[in-house]
């Protein structure tokens, strides 16, 4: 008689669920969290370098993350598909945390995160090159506006400009290139991979770069660091699990209620109004976003009102 198969006692990861409305608590969950990592990391801005308040981010990071690297722990999460995706997922993740840090020594927290939310349109341009996707005139139209949006909050040119502005959207870029690696991965690897790759990629690098800019923390420092960690981990195991219950066009118009978190924190932490030109840009950057997201969601029901038709030869 045949022996029976061995089964596989390694990690699998979960089928992706049609389950729109988990999906949407999660992203407005995630935005609280990120909201308050991105606050809190301004305020230690003003004591430490960006890189080092980074590091600290990455330490908690990959302490949470600890269980995923013990062979013998169930949770054991190293073993991958898709190596180089996972590296290239990290080091954007670390860049997209350390330019946005950056920006916040020298930018109001709304002005700089109205910025970054220029990524869904990045995403929109990467879709094309990287997932082959076709993007209609609509929706580049939809990007041009978002694009006249940070153009009107920057101001370049103007007295109010200022160089770091470009931190924000290099970050925002990033951002955009990690949502689209973690659409790819999604339902191929189990968010204790994914998150436990990105904790020793980010810090690895990290641990390189401190050294030429190390300040001795204060207890203080510390203790506000372990709360950015811990927020911005939380916050980004939070988006992993919500893109297996939504595509990222249901999400992307509820992740700009982070907008409103940041821009309370920043006028009760800091004292921080967005000025005039800052709201009417985020205005355009959003409105961009809600757009492209809803012809997104048309031509999703459109592809699968196609796949359902019986065919005439059936």
């Given at each position: ?47 430490l ?15 949470v ?91 370049p040119g ?16 990033c951002?955009?290139?990690l949502?689209?690696m ?32 190390w ?12 709360i950015v ?8 195991w ?26 309370i924190l ?49």
């Open positions: 008689m045949p022996l029976p198969a061995k089964k596989l006692t390694g990690q699998t990861a979960p089928a992706r669920a049609d389950r729109p409305f988990r999906g949407i608590a999660l992203i407005l969950a995630s935005t609280v969290f990120l909201g308050s990592s991105d606050v809190t990391s301004k305020y230690l801005s003003a004591t370098p960006s890189i080092e308040i980074t590091w600290i981010r990455f330490v908690v990071f990959t302490l993350m600890v269980p995923g690297m013990l062979p013998g722990s169930p949770l054991f999460a190293l073993r991958t598909a898709l190596p180089g995706l996972q590296l290239m997922r990290g080091a954007a993740m670390l860049g997209s945390s350390l330019f946005f840090i950056s920006g916040l020594r020298y930018l109001p927290i709304a002005e700089a995160s109205a910025t970054s939310f220029v990524s869904p349109l990045l995403v929109t341009a990467l879709s094309i090159v990287v997932l082959r996707e076709g993007v209609g005139m609509r929706r580049w139209l939809a990007t041009a506006v978002g694009l006249i949006g940070v153009l009107i909050i920057l101001r103007s007295s109010a400009f200022h160089v770091a502005a470009f931190f924000p959207l290099v970050s925002a870029a951002w955009a290139s949502l689209i973690t659409r790819i991965m999604s339902g191929r690897e189990v968010v204790m991979t994914t998150m436990t790759y990105s904790a020793i990629i980010g810090l690895a690098i990290l641990c390189v770069l401190v050294p030429f800019v300040v001795a923390p204060t207890w203080h420092d510390i203790f506000f660091g372990i960690g811990v927020a911005s981990t939380a916050g980004q939070i988006v992993v699990l919500a893109f297996r219950y939504a595509d990222a066009s249901v999400l992307a118009p509820f992740s700009y209620t982070q907008l409103l978190w940041v821009s920043g006028f009760l932490v800091f004292g921080e109004v967005p000025d005039i030109w800052t709201v009417v840009g985020a205005v355009f950057v959003v409105a961009s976003g809600l757009y492209t997201a809803h012809r997104e969601r048309l031509r999703r029901s459109q592809l699968m009102m196609l796949e359902a038709e019986p065919s005439p030869n059936a």
